[in-house]
C-alpha cells in the first residue's frame, strides 16, 4: 500500500515538473514571435516615436525620477510636462505609471525602454489568450496561435507602434475574462474570487476604460453563470469578495479622481468623431486603431459563418461566446449608427472617443471561439490554415514596425504625424532620443495635450475646437517655460524669476483647487488670477521672485493609497506561498 501511494507521489511530482517545462516551453514560443515582430526595431536600435508617445513618456519620466530622486507627489508632475505642476497620474493608472517608471529606471534609455515593454505587452497579452485556451480544453498548437495571433494583432502591438496605452489595457483584459469563461464552464459555475478581484483591480490601475469595458463583457458570463449555478448563494458572496478586493486595490484610483473632479471643473479629452473613428474592414495589412485588416476580418467573417451555418451544432459556451463577440463587433463598427448616437449623447465624444476601442472584446472571443471549433473538428487542414493565418499575422506585424522603422531612417526621425522641430537635424534627434539624459528629447518634442486642465467653466464639445486649448497650453506653458528656473524639493516646485519691473505676470503652472502656491520672499499664500487653462498670473515685483508650488492632499486620498499598497502586498504574499506551497507538496 505504502509502495502504491510513494508511486503515486512520484507521479504527481513529475506531471508538475513535466506541467513547469511545459509553461516555459509556452513563453519561449511567444518570445520567439515577439522577436520575430520586434526583429527590425532591435536591428536598427530605433524608436518608435507615435502620436500619443511624448504625453505617456511625459508621465513615465515623471515617476521615475520620482523614485530616482526621492521627491514624491502623488498628485502634481514634478518633473515633467514642463515641470508645471499639472495632474496626470492621479487620472492616469497610477500603479502601472510607477511600475514603468520603474522599467525606465532600469533600462536608462527610451530605446531598451520601448524595446522591452513592448516584448513583455506581447508576451503578457499572448499568456492571456493562452490561459483562456487551455481552460476551454484546447490543444496546445491551437491554444499557442491563438496567443500569438493576439500579439500580432494592431490592437496589442499599438503600444509600440503609436504609444496607445489603451494596447496596455488590452494586454491585461484577458486575464479578467479569464474568470467569466471559468465561471462559464466549470462545475455548478465555480469561479476564483481572489483571481477576478486581483486582475480587475491591477486593470483599474492600469486602464480605466478597459476595465469598464471588460466589467460589461463579464455582465453576460455572471447572469448566466448565476442563473444557471445551483448555489446561487455561495456565487454572490464570492462575487461581491471579488468586487471588494478590485476596489480594496484600485481604492486610491477611485479617491483621487472623485477629488479632483468634485473640487475642479476639468477638460475633457478631445471631443472625437465617432463615427470616422468606428472599425471598417479593408483588404489590406491594417495599420491604424480602426482598418482590422485582412487577417482579423478573416478570422472574424470564418467564425460568423461557421457560426450561423452550423449553430445547433456548437455547444452553449460557444453560442454564448461568439454571440457577445458579434454584439461588440456590430458596436465598434460604422455599421452602428455612431453618427445619431453622437450627437444625442455628446459626452460619448469623450468618454469613448473611439468606438474602434471596443474591438478588443471580438477580437479575444471570436479567435477563442474559432479555436473551439477547429479543436472540435480535429482536422490537420484546419489547424494548417490556422498556422498559415497566424503566420501572415506575425509577417504584417514585422511589416508594421519595419515601416516604423523606415521613419527612425529618415530626415524626420519621428512617425507621422509627430514633425521634427526643423532647427534639430535628424542625426541630432536620434541622439536625443538615445541619450541617457531621459529629459532630452522631452524638451525637444513637446506637444501641447490638455487633458484634465482645471477651467474657470465648462467647455461644450461644440465650442472645444474655437476654445483651441492646445494653442492656449503652448502660450501659456510651452512657450515662457525657458524664462522660469524650476527646482524640486521635499515634493513641492520652486519657481525663480526675474522681472525688470512690477508687472501682471503669467506663470507657467496649473492650479487646481488645492494647489498651494506661496510666495517664498514674504512668506504669504496667495490667491492667483488664473488663465482658461488654469495658470497662475501673479503681481511679480521688480527683480528676482520666488513662488513655492505645493498640493494639499487629503488625509483620506493618502489613506487609500496606504490600503491599496498593503492589499497589493498581501495578495502578492498569498500568490507566492500558494506557489510555494503546491511545489512543495
Not at 534609455?109 to 524595446?115: A, I, T
Not at 464552464?185 to 474570487?193: G, L, Q, T, V
Request: include cysteine; charge should be neutral; charged fraction near 15%.
Amino acid at each position: 500500500m505504502s509502495d502504491n501511494v510513494g508511486s503515486f507521489l512520484i507521479m504527481i511530482n513529475r506531471a508538475k515538473k513535466e506541467n513547469s517545462f511545459k509553461y516555459l516551453g509556452v513563453i519561449l514560443i511567444f518570445s520567439i514571435a515577439s522577436i520575430a515582430i520586434q526583429s527590425a526595431q532591435m536591428y536598427e536600435r530605433g524608436f518608435i516615436l507615435g502620436v500619443d508617445s511624448i504625453f505617456h513618456m511625459n508621465r513615465i519620466y515623471e515617476t521615475m525620477m520620482q523614485m530616482q530622486s526621492g521627491e514624491f507627489n502623488y498628485f502634481l508632475s514634478l518633473f515633467s510636462f514642463q515641470q508645471s505642476a499639472r495632474i496626470v497620474n492621479a487620472f492616469y493608472g497610477p500603479a502601472m505609471a510607477y511600475l514603468l517608471g520603474a522599467i525606465l529606471l532600469f533600462t536608462e534609455s527610451w530605446v531598451k525602454f520601448q524595446l522591452v515593454t513592448s516584448f513583455l505587452v506581447n508576451i503578457i497579452g499572448a499568456i492571456g489568450i493562452y490561459r483562456i485556451a487551455k481552460k476551454l480544453s484546447l490543444r496546445d498548437s491551437i491554444a499557442l496561435m491563438s496567443g500569438i495571433l493576439y500579439m500580432s494583432s494592431y490592437f496589442v502591438s499599438s503600444w509600440n507602434l503609436a504609444g496607445s496605452f489603451t494596447s496596455v489595457g488590452n494586454m491585461l483584459i484577458p486575464f479578467v475574462i479569464y474568470y467569466g469563461i471559468e465561471m462559464l464552464i466549470n462545475e455548478d459555475h465555480d469561479f476564483s474570487a481572489f483571481g477576478l478581484g486581483l486582475s480587475m483591480g491591477m486593470l483599474l490601475q492600469t486602464h480605466v476604460f478597459s476595465s469598464l469595458l471588460a466589467t460589461i463583457t463579464l455582465a453576460p458570463f455572471i447572469v448566466y453563470s448565476f442563473y444557471k449555478c445551483d448555489n446561487k448563494k455561495k456565487f454572490a458572496i464570492k462575487l461581491l469578495l471579488a468586487i471588494i478586493l478590485a476596489i480594496l486595490l484600485s481604492l486610491n484610483v477611485w479617491t483621487g479622481m472623485l477629488h479632483l473632479m468634485s473640487s475642479n471643473e476639468l477638460l475633457q479629452t478631445f471631443p472625437s468623431d465617432l463615427m470616422a473613428n468606428a472599425v471598417y474592414f479593408l483588404p489590406n495589412a491594417g495599420t491604424g486603431h480602426a482598418n482590422i485588416g485582412i487577417i482579423f476580418s478573416l478570422v472574424f467573417f470564418i467564425q460568423i459563418c461557421y457560426s450561423v451555418t452550423f449553430w445547433n451544432t456548437i455547444n452553449i459556451n460557444n453560442k454564448l461566446m461568439t454571440a457577445i463577440g458579434v454584439i461588440f463587433l456590430f458596436i465598434s463598427s460604422r455599421f452602428f449608427p455612431w453618427n445619431v448616437l453622437g450627437q444625442k449623447v455628446s459626452a460619448l465624444e469623450t468618454l469613448l472617443q473611439f468606438p474602434s476601442r471596443l474591438i478588443i472584446i471580438p477580437t479575444i472571443l471570436l479567435l477563442l471561439s474559432l479555436g473551439m471549433n477547429i479543436n472540435k473538428h480535429k482536422e490537420k487542414q484546419l489547424i494548417i490554415m490556422l498556422g498559415v493565418i497566424t503566420l501572415f499575422s506575425v509577417s504584417i506585424a514585422q511589416n508594421r514596425v519595419y515601416e516604423r522603422m523606415d521613419s527612425w531612417k529618415s530626415e524626420n526621425v519621428l512617425a507621422f504625424p509627430n514633425k521634427k522641430p526643423d532647427s534639430i537635424s535628424s542625426e541630432d534627434m536620434r541622439n536625443a532620443i538615445k541619450s541617457k539624459n531621459l529629459e532630452e528629447v522631452l524638451n525637444i518634442v513637446r506637444k501641447g495635450t490638455s487633458d484634465y486642465l482645471p477651467l474657470q467653466h465648462k467647455i461644450p464639445n461644440n465650442e472645444f475646437e474655437d476654445f483651441n486649448p492646445y494653442t492656449k497650453y503652448w502660450t501659456y506653458i510651452i512657450y515662457p517655460n525657458s524664462d522660469f528656473n524650476k527646482e524640486v524639493k521635499n515634493g513641492k516646485i520652486i519657481v525663480t524669476w526675474n522681472n525688470d519691473k512690477e508687472e501682471k505676470t503669467n506663470i507657467p503652472i496649473v492650479k487646481y483647487n488645492d494647489t498651494i502656491i506661496e510666495d517664498v520672499l514674504n512668506k504669504n499664500e496667495i490667491k492667483p488670477e488664473l488663465t482658461e487653462i488654469g495658470t497662475i498670473q501673479v503681481e511679480a515685483n521688480q527683480g528676482q521672485n520666488r513662488l513655492e508650488v505645493s498640493y494639499d492632499t487629503p488625509s483620506y486620498v493618502i489613506f487609500s493609497i496606504f490600503i491599496s499598497s498593503i492589499v497589493f502586498i498581501i495578495s502578492l504574499c498569498y500568490i507566492c506561498f500558494s506557489k510555494i506551497y503546491k511545489l512543495l507538496n
